[in-house]
């Protein structure tokens, strides 16, 4: 079945050390997705990628990158995780980026940061 | 910036009873409106959503919702719960020129047996 996968499905990191997340998608679509979850929240977009174009909310900290080597994968790196960090993060995909596309989500990746 | 609010942060609803659950977006422009559930250990899935057209939208397992402009609201509803529509459920919109999606908090439903 198509989908979006990501993996791990948890991640367990020190304080400070880098981390990152992976994100792939057997939909063939044109645009991927990262989302931080934080407990009881609405999961809040961080940036997204329309190919190979990378698109950063302005609320997002420099802490947090993203790559997309190729059409299927997708990266999110944390360059030095803190505590605040730690949520559920959780990757999308759409076929295009027109504003009624549905967004595909993955299972998400549970970050525990120590 | 735009904002979605929904209500409840937890409905508990015996088998059989009728659910509402709210939702209502702040955004003065046109809007499309989504409801997405997340079945326990299960990623977020559509169960409907709304562009276009007719306000009343069916979506799968039986969820309906209705857009009311004048209210600012896109509240879901089904007839009749079962157990396995213990879930939560998070209201979502875009705006007409951005794909930029924004959630609410969520609400969980419980459906007791």
């Known amino acids: 079945d198509a989908m979006v996968i990501q993996n791990p499905r948890y991640q367990v990191t020190q304080f400070g050390k880098p981390v990152t997340l992976s994100c792939s998608q057997t939909l063939n679509h044109n645009v991927m997705y990262w989302y931080q979850q934080k407990s009881s929240q609405a999961p809040k977009l961080l940036f997204h990628y329309y190919d190979k174009d990378f698109n950063n909310e302005a609320d997002t900290p420099d802490n947090f990158q993203s790559r997309r080597p190729n059409t299927s994968f997708c990266f999110l790196d944390i360059r030095s995780p803190g505590l605040g960090d730690a949520a559920m993060y959780l990757c999308?995909?759409?076929?295009?980026?027109?504003?009624?596309?549905?967004?595909?989500f993955g299972p998400g990746t549970r970050l525990t940061v120590l | 910036a735009q904002s979605v609010s929904q209500h409840n942060h937890h409905v508990i609803l015996s088998e059989a009873a009728s659910l509402e659950l709210g939702c209502n977006y702040s955004y003065g422009g046109t809007v499309n409106l989504f409801w997405y559930v997340q079945y326990p250990g299960q990623h977020l899935q559509l169960l409907l959503k709304?562009?276009?057209?007719?306000?009343l939208v069916k979506g799968i397992k039986g969820f309906e919702a209705e857009f009311i402009k004048s209210k600012f609201s896109f509240n879901l509803r089904k007839p009749s719960v079962q157990w396995s529509d213990t879930a939560e459920y998070f209201c979502a919109v875009t705006s007409y020129n951005n794909n930029d999606m924004r959630f609410g908090a969520g609400t969980r439903l419980t459906v007791k047996p």
């Open positions: 999308a995909t759409s076929r295009d980026a027109r504003s009624t596309d549905t967004q595909y």
């Open positions: 709304y562009f276009s057209g007719d306000p």
